[in-house]
């Protein structure tokens, strides 16, 4: 009687391990996979910290700071996905601006001339052979606000109706943030008319003609036989006329005596 009690309890112990809810019960987890980790956010760039120390631009610097668009330009850095590129003039591209003065405008208008330098992405020096393929491009002043860009050999150029300049310098170009310098300030159509002076022609060197021969006093006092005879040909010909009328006289004289 034992013995059929364990040799029921043993079958059943052995179907239920072939049974295919024990298999399943008993099967490898699945394999675990690794998320990667997100990469890091970019380093905060402080606009005013980089344009003090990186070059001249202290007048560019203080025009940003009295019409608060370091604001702008340090939120679209810092707080947005696209990034910024900025156009920074030296400070002698300020003081050699003689016309159109700066001076003259109310402060919106200086506002946007100075948002006129930004644009609302980061681009690095070998994207502007692309972008020049899109120009006129869209500044941080927003509207009709454009610039167009030509890349000549890897020199981007810049133009803006008014202002004809180009990318002197890389200042900073990591991103989000792309800081370059330029030589002019850029000054946009929408403030200052279309009516844009030609610009003049460079003035051409003066052409030095050789000295005339100054006529010296011997070839003065020379004359031509013709046009001035001399006072001893005058004397000659008075005495040639004087002997043929004696000779004529004479011969008179000797007709009445024969």
């Known amino acids: 009687m034992e013995f059929s009690i364990v040799f029921v309890v043993s079958s059943t112990l052995l179907l239920l391990c072939s049974s295919p809810a024990y298999a399943k019960s008993t099967a490898s987890p699945p394999p675990i996979t690794l998320t990667p980790a997100p990469a890091p956010a970019p380093a905060y760039v402080n606009l005013t910290d980089l344009l003090s120390v990186a070059g001249p631009f202290h007048t560019f610097l203080s025009y940003l700071e009295s019409t608060k668009v370091i604001e702008t330009f340090q939120n679209q850095a810092n707080n947005t996905e696209e990034g910024i590129t900025i156009f920074v003039p030296k400070d002698s591209a300020f003081s050699s601006l003689k016309k159109p003065s700066l001076s003259n405008l109310t402060r919106d208008q200086l506002r946007s001339l100075i948002l006129f330098h930004g644009l609302p992405h980061y681009y690095t020096l070998a994207d502007f052979d692309k972008l020049s393929l899109s120009s006129p491009i869209t500044t941080l002043a927003g ?81 031509s036989p013709l046009s001035s005879p001399d006072g001893s040909s005058s004397h000659r010909i008075l005495g040639l006329g004087a002997l043929s009328h004696l000779v004529l006289a004479m011969s008179g004289l000797l007709v009445l005596f024969l």
């Open 143 to 223: 509207g009709e606000y454009t610039l167009n860009f030509t890349d000549a050999s890897g020199t981007v150029h810049i133009g803006s109706g008014w202002t004809d300049t180009k990318v002197s310098s890389s200042v900073h170009s990591t991103d989000p943030v792309a800081v370059y310098q330029v030589d002019k300030v850029l000054l946009p159509e929408e403030i200052f008319g279309t009516d844009i002076p030609p610009t003049p022609a460079p003035t051409p060197a003066p052409d030095i003609a050789p000295a005339a021969d100054t006529p010296t006093e011997s070839t003065d006092s020379k004359s």
